[in-house]
Structures are given as structure tokens and as C-alpha cells.
């Protein structure tokens, strides 16, 4: 198993730009979820999903937009980008528990560094 | 509203010391209180967790100390290494959904 992938690892955007942030899993997992990991703030969680086609926001969702088509992959979208989205972006998956209730324990991807100039 | 307080925010020690790490978090609905570990460069990996059924909890060199009634949980890093050099985070879980610690930067010191 690949486990949980991202790409790209490095991305320098204009603002105003939009991109796509890319994150898969094969371990089947149900519960996806995205973070931002801002120095001195830890990880906040901006949107997830329990399933395909369920998402739903976190923390802080303002400015993103995710879909999930299928249990493989979450994408995150930028719409317009702002300096303020200057971060590093992990993308999470979580096991399944008993009776289909998701365990607790979350996998994270290796990440995506972003600057928005 | 930040719900988990990590202190200290970096921790240096000596090899062999103990390095030792708090959070107190504020949501009584919290049920699950994990400590991730972090690399430059990589993403967090979970070290251990704890439920708030017991007290503390021990694997290998890492403790976790959980006090329910004063809302506060550490970390405990025994006989620390150089190769423990990493951020650390504490977080609290409650349906399944992870609400982190600021992050503790360990440097131990060889």
C-alpha cells in the first residue's frame, strides 16, 4: 500500500490563481480530511468527508472547496488564492471502526507546501 | 477559540533526560487524546493515544499522563535521544474529528 499521497509537494501561485491540491489513498478508507499547518497554530482542519459524495467543512473552510467522487480520492480547491493561504496542506485518511464508525486513528500524506505571492 | 493548549512551545534536553510536554484542552465531549509526532518535512505520525478511562499509558519510552478532572494530559519522553528531535503535537478527538495542540519543537541535545 502507497498509503496517503499528495501532490504536488511544492507549489508557488500568483494570487488570484486557482489550483487543485491532489490527495488518494488506497487503504479504502471512508473518513478523509484536510488540514493546514500553520507555525505556532498546529493543524486546523478545513474540510471533510465521511464517505463518497458527503463532505462537510472544518475550522477553517473559507476559500476552499473539496468533492469527493470516490472513496480513493479528496481533492482541495483553491478558487482565488491569497497570500493568506500560504501554508503546508496534509491530507488525512482514517481507518474504519466497528458497526462502520470511523476509528480515531488518522494517517497523514507527506504534505503540500504552497506560497501564494 | 483554541480548545487544546500545548506548552512549552520548543523544549530542549539533554540525552538520557526526560522531555516532558502539557496540554489541557477545555471540551468535556473530547474522548480520545492522541500525540503525534512530526519531521521536517513529513507529515505527523501518531505515537500514542489515550482514552479518559485510564490514567496513564506506556509504550516503550513514551507515557501518557491524563488527569479528566483538571482537563489536562502529558507526554513523557523517557531516556530522550537525538533521533526524538521533532515536533510534537497533542489533540483532543471527539467524533472523530482531531482538534491539535500548537506544537511542541523537542530538541535533544547529543
Known amino acids: 500500500n502507497a498509503g496517503v499521497t499528495q501532490t504536488p509537494k511544492f507549489q508557488v501561485l500568483k494570487t488570484g490563481q486557482s489550483m487543485t491540491l491532489q490527495c488518494a489513498q488506497d487503504?479504502?478508507?471512508?473518513?478523509m480530511s484536510w488540514y493546514r499547518q500553520d507555525p505556532g497554530m498546529g493543524l486546523r482542519l478545513i474540510h471533510y468527508?465521511?464517505?463518497?459524495?458527503?463532505?462537510d467543512q472544518g475550522e477553517v473552510p473559507n476559500g476552499y472547496n473539496v468533492s469527493r467522487s470516490t472513496t480513493e480520492d479528496f481533492p482541495l480547491r483553491l478558487l482565488s488564492a491569497a497570500p493568506s493561504q500560504t501554508s503546508v496542506y496534509f491530507c488525512a485518511s482514517t481507518p474504519p471502526g466497528l458497526a462502520g464508525v470511523s476509528t480515531d486513528t488518522q494517517y497523514f500524506g507527506p504534505g503540500t507546501r504552497l506560497t501564494v505571492l | 477559540q483554541q480548545q487544546v493548549k500545548q506548552s512549552p512551545q520548543s523544549l530542549i534536553v539533554q540525552k538520557g533526560g526526560i522531555s516532558i510536554i502539557n496540554c489541557a484542552y477545555e471540551?468535556?465531549?473530547?474522548?480520545?487524546f492522541p500525540w503525534y509526532q512530526q519531521f521536517p518535512g513529513k507529515g505527523p505520525a501518531l505515537l500514542i493515544a489515550i482514552r479518559p478511562d485510564v490514567s496513564e499509558k506506556k509504550e516503550g519510552r513514551f507515557t501518557i499522563s491524563f488527569n479528566k478532572s483538571a482537563k489536562q494530559f502529558s507526554l513523557h519522553i523517557m531516556d530522550s535521544q537525538p533521533g526524538d528531535s521533532a515536533t510534537y503535537f497533542c489533540a483532543a478527538s471527539s467524533w472523530g474529528q482531531l482538534t491539535f495542540g500548537s506544537g511542541t519543537q523537542l530538541t535533544v541535545l547529543p
Open positions: 487503504m479504502n478508507h471512508e473518513y
Open positions: 468527508s465521511v464517505g463518497a459524495g458527503i463532505t
Open positions: 471540551n468535556t465531549a473530547f474522548d480520545y
